[in-house]
């Protein structure tokens, strides 16, 4: 069984700092319309990658024990500070050394190095600085300084995409969509690409499954989801799970972190 947690990121916006430590066998990850830059503990030094926005569920393998930290930017935010679109990445795994330079990488690659040691700035070493700039801590302070950096030289969001992100959850169509911020449907799908690695129907199917998700784990009847969330039906419901998850609802809460 994998130990996962995550906190709210320190650059805001929806994002969030995870660690996971794997356990036995792969780690369903479901789609969420986000996107993550992780830092992985495979290897003497650890690996740098970017996970793209899915449009089906990732199984990420390891060998038990393995530790991961990453930042998952909210959807839409993520392009920002990888600097490529987000279709690119879709249904992707890629080192960052592909989208950043390779100086850049490395300079962070050290940082989190450093840090994990158990190093900081102020030159505090040992058990006490193990104590706050442990693997938990440090990789995911050194993912969000980087964030930060490049945030502040990106340009501005896109000031539509809260709005979509907002249609798309409540479930409205993509005309109605198009309609609430004012542009053509084929203006919307090239900015949804681009923003969320999809359009917003699909984005909208991704939101509702989790949504569902986590009314579902609270105990609440299948068919109450299901009409909560906004599904025809609890066999709509049911195909939706097993088209984006890859497995029935029941399975899926019944797996460990499910």
Known sequence: MSDYRERKALIGGGAVVWTRTAGAGPQRVLPDGCTDLIWSGTGPDGELIVAGPDTRAH????PPGTRAVGLRFAPGAGPAVLGVPAHELRDLRVPLAALWPDAEV????ERIAE??????????????????????????????EAALGRLRTAEPPDPVLAAIVAGASRGTGVAGIAAAVGLGERQLHRRSLAAFGYGAKTLGRVLRLNRALDLARTGVRFAEVAATVGYADQAHLAREVRTLTGVPL?????????
């Open 106 to 109: 490395r300079r962070l690659a």
């Open 59 to 62: 199984l990420a393998s390891g």
């Open 250 to 258: 029941s399975r899926l809460l019944a797996a460990p972190g499910g």
């Open 115 to 144: 840090r994990t040691a158990g190093r900081t700035d102020g030159g505090i070493t040992g058990r006490a600085a193990e104590r706050n700039t442990g693997w938990e801590t440090a990789p995911g302070r050194v993912l969000e």
